[in-house]
């Protein structure tokens, strides 16, 4: 549990950093630096459960300490909601449907550039 904790704090800190760096240079109101920030962590977290052992301290502190603390489902929906309530209907389903679709592509090809794809099911 420390792990994970001291993890999560790395990783939340770094999506911060992250985050803040992105809105100092987009202008834009699409939530770039959230988006990036999942992508990036997906792709992370594929690389590292195609790497590691599943269960070992390395996975655990990094994957789920780290990474979770990093990505931010919860903030990537909120920022969903705000376009909508916006009114901005189109940009909150392209941000809404692309982080779904890009997540889960970032995460399947790390996995599959460590080699663990054919590992799956």
């Known amino acids: ?6 993890g999560g704090g790395v990783g939340a800190a770094a999506r911060y950093a992250l985050d803040r760096v992105v809105a100092a240079r987009w202008r834009g109101r699409f939530p770039l630096g959230t988006f990036l920030v999942n992508v990036s ?4 977290l594929g690389l590292l ?9 390395p996975l655990v502190l990094l994957g789920t300490g780290v990474l979770g603390g990093y990505t931010t489902f919860s903030t990537a929906s909120y920022d969903t909601v705000r376009l909508v309530r916006e009114r901005r209907f189109g940009t909150a389903v392209v941000y809404g449907v692309g982080t779904m ?11 599959w550039l ?8």
């Open 1 to 6: 549990m420390l792990w994970v904790a001291l």
């Open 41 to 44: 962590g997906s792709l992370a």
């Open 49 to 57: 459960t195609g790497l590691l052992v599943d269960g070992s301290l």
């Open 101 to 111: 679709l890009s997540v889960v592509a970032a995460a399947a090809l790390g996995l």
């Open 114 to 121: 460590a080699g663990g794809w054919s590992t799956v099911g």
